[in-house]
């Protein structure tokens, strides 16, 4: 196929009715930019239009390294038209206030309708306004849409009055066939555009969006960004197999490559042998971070010293003269990180600890090596509770835990920090768990990471953590709905999930009060802000089992810390509430406490003491008493002995006392000391049931 350099011409054929047509040409887009800005500009103009009452039918969006581009369909032709009626002066008012009228409504005389309104006749003036046609409408709209596209970054370029990513080359804008003229300053706008940059270079022309689409697939573009995502892993998976070799899978990689490449072009390369002595994480990160190479792996998971590439161009050579050239760059980075590794063995991981005291962890907080003293002191207590782990092992862990970042190869590739701690304590002859647990202790550092689950690595992932998180309240530095510098977010997700899927029974309150202690701050209460935090977080990450929120918060109300019981009582909750005798006993607590709280209000006082027995006159009101103390008692043993069902099951017993006392039981009678005696019976039914959970909590 020979690359297309120009098609000219004019329209021949009629385009689609009511098809918009617009792509964006620019500089190269971030790739990390692409998806976003696309669905973004998508989202705007699908509001816009149906905010103009001109909504499409189906809208898409197509992002490229270069382009943005939108094609819309079956927008109306024009805007609906308008019919507006307005009153006007009283019929024989004076001929000064009917001109007005007439002047401000456009009307003539004989235009006017009478009518008789029940107060009087009135003139009328009943204007038609017709709708604008949807092409006069278009300029104004995507001008404003383009206008309030958010960029992480945006700058400035002479050629037009806007922000945009990077500077705009050009603008293709039809609808209907027909050029929209937009106000971009001294960038073209009409129907030309450009194709791939080395393979087709000059200017295009085009029709109409299947124009546009056949014209760019014939100038080396491929616009929609999955097909070409499927094109760069079929081929890489092509190569590989024909090495006998496998894909390392990079989801991540795959995703960001396919934003680089408009015509993605799969090559294959050789690996040095003299570098496969290197850890396979440092490979992995010199080919991935620096070059947006892809790894190959031996049938039996090994590093193979081959790796994968994407070019953007086609090459007279079959890429030959391309692979060489990327061959000699990763020879050069894999040279850097050898020497690394050799000089960073030189010196034992033990004896960089010093070297923290240089580095600052926040000014507020001390250095790295203050960090580090830190977790070694929480790693004491969660020690006690993690079952298996030992103390000597996780306070070297914890002490060591950071070392490496004065390491050349971390500060060259800055995420293999505890990756590369672990090799380097394993060649210093450090116990394999100690290594592990310093290899692991950033871990999980997102939704698709595994947890730590060691004994000694659990210990110093969650000191790492439960310091963070309470140095940070501690001093102020809380995550607001925009911003979370300290990836304060990330630290609570991960002990969540290292405590429940390692089931680890151990209270949260008394460790981050103890990490609040390390600052001169109300450590309860640093405690107590970070638990709610917890529990936010906890909502969040049990949502996607179908969790209610309202359910984690009746528990966490009561002061629960301990997050696999929380979560035990949870579903047992969830069950009863379930049930009918659940959903009964709520609607009946509800109305008890409710009655108490509104009486509390009134009268000033609280009704939460004990209940007078002789004051008991009705037989409903003394079955509801009796029942409420055994029940609080049967419930009290249950959740001891942590049977949360049994728990619940207790509470099932109040339902018919419940129902029988309101049915015949006046609350506010008039004998004052009946009366009270009776809204604290109301209140025990509240102080009962809140011992199982918060029910003030629960909705619906």
């Known amino acids: 196929m020979e690359p297309q350099r120009e098609i000219a011409g004019s329209p021949t054929r009629p385009a689609r009715r009511g098809e918009l047509l617009l792509e964006l040409l620019s500089e190269e887009i971030p790739a990390r930019m692409q998806r976003a800005a696309i669905a973004g500009l998508c989202a705007l103009l699908r509001d816009k239009l149906a905010a103009a009452e001109i909504p499409a039918e189906r ?100 050629a037009a009055p806007l922000r945009w990513v990077r500077p705009l080359i050009s603008v293709v804008c039809l609808f209907d066939g027909e050029i929209v003229p937009l106000d971009l300053g001294t960038v073209p706008v009409g129907r030309k555009t450009r194709g791939h940059r080395f393979l087709a270079p000059g200017e295009i022309a085009v029709r109409d969006a299947a124009d546009y689409r056949e014209r760019l697939e014939e100038a080396y573009v491929v616009l929609d960004r999955d097909r070409r995502a499927g094109m760069i892993r079929d081929g890489l998976e092509r190569l590989a197999a024909a090495a006998q070799l496998h894909v390392k899978p990079d989801p991540a990689l795959l995703d960001e490559v396919a934003g680089l490449v408009e015509f993605p072009v799969p090559l294959i390369g050789a ?71 050799e000089q960073d063995r030189k010196v034992p991981l033990r004896e960089r600890v010093e070297k923290l005291k240089e580095r600052i962890y926040h000014e507020k907080l001390g250095t790295m090596y203050d960090k580090a003293e830190r977790m070694g002191l929480l790693a004491h207590l969660l020690v006690e509770q993690v079952p298996g782990a030992d103390l ?55 939704p698709n990471d595994t947890c730590p689950a060691a004994p000694e690595s659990i210990v110093v992932a969650l000191a790492d953590k439960i310091d963070a998180l309470a140095a940070f309240f501690a001093i102020g530095e809380k995550p607001t709905g925009s911003r979370d510098p300290f990836a304060l977010r990330r630290a ?35 405690a107590g802000e970070v638990l709610d935090f917890i529990a936010d977080r906890l909502k969040v990450h049990l949502r996607a089992e179908g969790v209610r929120h309202d359910l984690i918060a009746a528990v966490f ?127 025990a039914i509240r102080a009962t049931m809140n011992q199982v959970a918060d029910f003030s909590q629960i909705e619906g």
């Open 492 to 526: 609570a997700q991960g002990v969540i999930r290292i405590i429940l899927e390692n089931k680890l029974r151990l209270s949260l309150r008394p460790l981050f009060t103890r990490g609040a202690n390390f600052f001169a701050v109300n450590t309860g209460a640093t």
């Open 59 to 158: 809208l898409a969006g197509f992002v490229t390294p270069r382009r943005l581009a939108v094609i819309a369909e079956g927008i109306p032709a024009r805007q609906p038209g308008r019919r507006e009626e307005r009153r006007g002066p009283r019929v024989g008012a004076p001929q000064a206030a009917i001109d007005g009228f007439l002047r401000a409504t456009g009307c003539t005389p004989a235009a006017c309708e009478i009518r008789d309104t029940g107060r009087g006749a009135f003139y009328f003036a009943v204007i038609e306004r017709p709708g604008r046609a949807a092409a006069e409408v278009l300029p104004a709209l995507i001008g404003a849409a383009m206008a309030e596209l958010s960029w992480p970054k945006s700058m400035r370029f002479p």
């Open 392 to 446: 000597d092992r996780a306070c070297a862990a914890a002490r060591l835990a950071k070392a490496d970042l004065s390491t050349g190869m971390v500060g060259e590739f800055p995420e293999l920090q505890g990756i590369m701690g672990r090799y380097y304590a394993l060649e210093d002859g450090e116990d394999p768990r100690v290594a592990q647990a310093i290899a692991e202790h950033y871990k999980p550092q997102g």
């Open 271 to 341: 690996v040095d042998p003299a570098f496969m002595v290197l850890p396979p994480e440092v490979l992995t990160a010199a080919m991935r971070t620096h070059q947006k190479y892809f790894s190959c792996l031996s049938p039996d998971g090994s590093p193979a010293p081959r790796f994968l590439f994407v070019a953007n161009n086609l090459a007279p050579d079959g890429g030959a003269a391309i692979v060489a050239g990327n061959e000699r760059v990763l020879r050069a980075r894999l040279a850097d990180a050898r020497f690394f590794w």
């Open 557 to 683: 109300a009561l002061g629960e810390d301990d997050l696999v019981r929380l979560r035990a009582r949870v579903d047992a909750l969830a069950t009863f509430l379930a049930s009918e005798d659940g959903a009964n006993l709520l609607v009946a607590y509800r109305r008890a406490a409710n009655i108490v709280a509104i009486e509390e209000r009134r009268d000033g006082r609280r009704y939460d003491g004990p209940v007078a027995a002789a004051l008991l006159r009705q037989a409903e009101e003394k079955a509801l008493f009796d029942s409420l103390s055994e029940v609080s008692r049967d419930t009290g043993t249950e959740l001891a002995r942590e049977e949360f069902a049994g728990a619940m099951a207790a509470l099932a017993q109040l339902r018919q006392p419940i129902d029988a006392f309101f049915d015949k039981v006046t609350v506010n009678c008039e004998e004052s000391r009946l009366r009270e005696n009776r809204l604290r019976l109301l209140s």
